[in-house]
Each structure stands twice: as structure tokens, then as C-alpha cells.
């Protein structure tokens, strides 16, 4: 795919390895902002090369895993976490001189600590992470603009070559994301708070109405636009995805954890007795909170999520 | 206000005692689906009474408690759950015989105790509750489609006159809700189950961030949409409204939370002890919820309610 825009494309060959959400969402969109001047597409489920073949997602014929590696000078791991270190191992031979490995997982000390033994020295390995995704899974979800105005982490070892982070910089800001660097032990605690403990929390209490009997279920289902249904939409993301991320956080989701159920026995405890000042308090505090996230452009401001079948009309 | 279809509105007087986001939502819809012959609101808070008569929510001039229920066929109180015991009180005196008075709290056994003693036995007391609303609060926020393809749930005593609730029945099914019967306990089972848990556990994690520092605190706004924006939406509810709720469905609400913490411990219990089978059985399990609700139309399917700044363009 030749650039017809005057600035030459940041990469010569794009390299995806696993093509679900995010994988098929970066070949759309750095088709579409013209990023890379190529794009190969490896993934270990033939029911999903099919797919990107359907959907021409990449530029390159479909071939073995070497095959797509072999040129690219950005090879991006998008494989649920706990995939990471043996896609590594596999791609190492391949890997050429002075190419970036990057990726895109959830937690970062852990895919740092499974990945770089397996690399050769000769190549950058900058681990990221694009804040962006929906519900759904697979390379058909996946859309070009999905990293519009979301940040991407990128977590580079202290003594990184400056000039590579700045390329991987680049090509998330061309595909439409904002930047920021940190530890990636930073990178997981902030997440554990504002990713993980929320899914836990999510799919924990989808569980808990699970487990009634079939009359109560349904009932829950009829009436889940009282408050239940806004926790199902993170309760139906990827299980296996979020096996790994739990798997591989452990310590920073326990500590949030732990957080969270003393502040729920105080909660509990006012309602116990009857505390209606307490209560009246803490839920005016957590108001403000909404609002700074609507400030900032993390989240519309249209009622219900502008969810309503119908229009308002007065 | 005449009205110019076939049918005589079901109502000759909607009287509307309370004037947030439901009373002003009920007014909108009731005019516009023309099921009263006319509407009166009175609001205990000048400033909203203001916003009434600027938005001309009601047909007859603004007066005292009094004046707004003369001659009502109709009662609704729409104040936070707390309240209504003090209103029942309040509107005794100038209730005509066979009027129905009606309310739309999220609880329904603890209304029914606080306003039942208050009432003259010539009127009829069928309680209500549209499961209905959006985070948004006061009489500006209110819209005539809110109660569209959503339940009302009334919960009359087992002697009730049939046709009264037929009658307000047919009323809600006017504004476009769907209806249903369920006995006062039940009903708050259910919503300790489907609204109150949900919301009293959104209030809690928002709660844990903001009891990080300033630095921790930004970079939970800035990172947000990661999952913790989904809790913030509920948690930016009426304060008040809230408290009143948790006061009331004290028993419910603590044997419902008492359930979640049971089952947020085994997740907790995978989690530290690497149980990664098991967790991703529970993460598979509760999709299936997910996907009923949006079969019955209760949620959009729309990645992320639909709320991507930009559109899918490939």
C-alpha cells in the first residue's frame, strides 16, 4: 500500500500477532491513517486467519507465523497476556536487526518479565498499552477509530533507545491516541484501581444475581435498567483475556481489593444503623468524580450513556 | 388542556407532588400521551417551582400544597422515598373521595407503612414504581420518552379496588411503560438485587479512588475508560434519593450485600491462589446475562452503549 500523503509512513511492515478487538482495530487504523507502508497478520486460530482474510485486514498473503514477521520492523503482540512469552519465543528467530516489539496487554510487570528473556538483543522491546476496547471480542469487532482520544501506556525500560520509544510514540498519536510513559509497575497498580478491581467488582456481582434461581434471573433481567445492566456491559468482556489479567496482577488487584471491602463495611455499617448522614456525605463526594470525567472528554455527558430507544422530544 | 383524540383522557387532575427528573418526566409524558385533562405539581423548594413555571410543566397557576391536589383524581408523589410520609400528611386534608394516590419510590414496603396511617380511607393507595431514570436530577432533566419500553412495577395491597389499578395501570401503559403486579416485599427483594446493590457498590469503588491522593486520583479520571467510567454513571445519582433508599431497604439491601461479599471472597480466593480454570468459568458464565438483556430490549448492543466520540467508519 503506497503513501500517497507527503510524510513517508513511520514503519516499512506492521507485523500483528493475534488479530481480536485491538489486533484488528490497529491494522484497521493504521491502514486508514497510513502509519505503516505494510501490514502482516498472524494468528494461531485458523477460524480467525479466515476472518482477516475476509475482512482484508492485512497486506501481506496469510502465511506461518515467521512469515509475517519476517521484515517488519513494529511487531506488536495482541494476544491476551498470558500468551505473551511464548509468542515471544516464537517470533525470536525471526526478528531483525534494530526492530520495535511492542504489545498491547492490560498488565505490564508481568508481560515485561515473561517477554524480554526471549528476545534477542539486537532488537527494542517497549511494552504499551492502548486504554481502549469494548465489550466485544474477535477480529470483526474491531474498528479503525477505536483509539481516538484514549491513551496508550507506554511502559520502556529505563535505558530504552530514546529515538524508538519516540517512533512507537508516533505511531499511536498517528493512529489517533494520546501518550503517556510510566514504570510498569505504575502502569499496574493504576490499573488494578481503574480496570481491574471494576471488572472483578462487575462480573462478581453479574454472578452473585447468577446464582439465584430461575424466577429471580429473570426478574433481574427485566428490570436491570434499575442499575444492574451498566455492570454487565464490562461482564461480558473476553473470560480469557481477563483469566490472564488477574493471573498476572495479582498482588495490585489484591491490594485494591482489599481497599474496596473496608470502604464497603463502613457503607455497610451506616446502613446498618441507620446512619443517613454518612451516607447522604459519601454520595454527594462521589459525584464530583463524574464530572471530572465528563471535563475531560473520557466520557459523554447524554443521559443513560444516550442509551434511550427513543429521542427526547421535550 | 382539551383533548382532541377519540378517547376522554383516563384522568380528569394529575396532581404531581415533587418535581425532579421522574415528577417532571411523568408531567411531560402525561400532557403529550394526553392521559389527564389537566396537571398541577407542587415542589416544597421555591427554586424548582420556578423551573415548573419557566418550562410550563402544569396547566393550572402555581399555589400552595392545597391548590395542587383540589379536585387531583390522581396523586403522585415524586419525592425521594423519605419524604413521603410527611406529603402523605400534608395532602390528607384536600384529598377528594376515590382519588388515587400513587408514588414512584424505589422502595415499596417502607412507603407503604409511612404513608398508609396518614391517608383517609376514602382514597385509594396503589403504590408504583417505574424502573426508569437517568444520573441526572431536577426538573430540567426530565423528558416525556423516559418511561418508553421501560417497567412500572405497582405493588397494590391484596383488598385493592381492581379497577383503580386498572385504571392507573393504563396510565403508566399510556406514557408508554409496560406493567407489572408483585407484592411490596418482593418487589424490594428484587431491587435490593437489580438496583440497590449495584448502585450502593458503585458508590463504593468510586468512593475507594477518591480516597486516593491527588496524583492517584487524576490518573483514575485520566484513564477511566479502562471500566471504571461504567461506575461512575450511577454513582453521580441523587444523593438524597439514595440515602433514603438504603435507609429504607435496610434488610433487603444488607442480605443482598451479604450474598456479594460471600462470592467476592471466592473470586479473591482464585485470584491469590492462581486458579485460573476457575476463574475463567465464572468470567464465561456471567456473558450469558448480558446477552438476555439485550435480547429483551432492556440495553443497546451497541459497543460501549455506543458512546465512541467517533463513528465506525470501517
Given amino acids: ?29 493504521a491502514r486508514q491513517f497510513n502509519v505503516t507502508r505494510s501490514i502482516s497478520i498472524y494468528d494461531a486460530q485458523p477460524s480467525v486467519m479466515e476472518r482477516v482474510q475476509a475482512l ?37 528467530p525471526f526478528l531483525q536487526k534494530d526492530a520495535i516489539v ?7 510487570a508481568a508481560v515485561v518479565r515473561q517477554v524480554t528473556p526471549h528476545l534477542p538483543t539486537h532488537v527494542h522491546f517497549i511494552p504499551a498499552h492502548p486504554i481502549a476496547g469494548t465489550e466485544f471480542s474477535g477480529p470483526d469487532s474491531g474498528f479503525s477509530t477505536l483509539f481516538q482520544n484514549r491513551w496508550c501506556i507506554l511502559t ?12 512507537l510514540a508516533l505511531f499511536w498519536e498517528g493512529i489517533g491516541a494520546k501518550v503517556e510513559t510510566m514504570s510498569p509497575e505504575h502502569h499496574d497498580k493504576v490499573l488494578a484501581l481503574t480496570s481491574h478491581l471494576p471488572h472483578l467488582i462487575a462480573y462478581n456481582i453479574v454472578g452473585t444475581a447468577d446464582d439465584f434461581g430461575e424466577q429471580t434471573r429473570s426478574e433481574v433481567i427485566k428490570f436491570s435498567a434499575s442499575g444492574f445492566r451498566d455492570f454487565t456491559r464490562i461482564a461480558a468482556s473476553d473470560p480469557i483475556m481477563w483469566r490472564d489479567i488477574f493471573l498476572n496482577n495479582r498482588d495490585a488487584v489484591l491490594e485494591m481489593l482489599g481497599r474496596f471491602n473496608e470502604d464497603l463495611s463502613a457503607l455497610q455499617r451506616m446502613i446498618r444503623h441507620g446512619d443517613g448522614d454518612s451516607l447522604s ?15 475531560q472528554g473520557q466520557d459523554t455527558p447524554s443521559p443513560d450513556f444516550g442509551r434511550q430507544n427513543q429521542k427526547k422530544t421535550n
Fill in 156 to 167: 520502556p525500560e529505563q535505558n530504552a533507545n530514546a529515538s524508538k520509544v519516540q517512533q
Fill in 102 to 108: 511492542s504489545d498491547v496487554g492490560s498488565v505490564k
Fill in 56 to 92: 482484508n485486514l492485512a497486506d501481506s498473503k496469510i502465511g506461518g507465523i515467521g512469515h509475517a514477521i519476517e521484515g517488519a520492523d513494529l511487531i506488536i503482540i495482541c494476544t491476551p497476556v498470558g500468551a505473551c512469552g511464548r509468542v515471544a519465543k516464537e517470533i525470536a
Fill in 281 to 295: 456525605a459519601f454520595f454527594s463526594r462521589t459525584r464530583i468524580i463524574r464530572q471530572s470525567i465528563i471535563e
Fill in 1 to 29: 500500500m503506497s503513501s500517497l500523503s507527503a510524510q513517508p509512513p513511520l514503519f516499512e511492515k506492521l507485523a500483528i500477532i493475534g488479530c481480536g478487538l485491538i489486533g484488528s482495530s490497529i491494522a484497521r487504523a
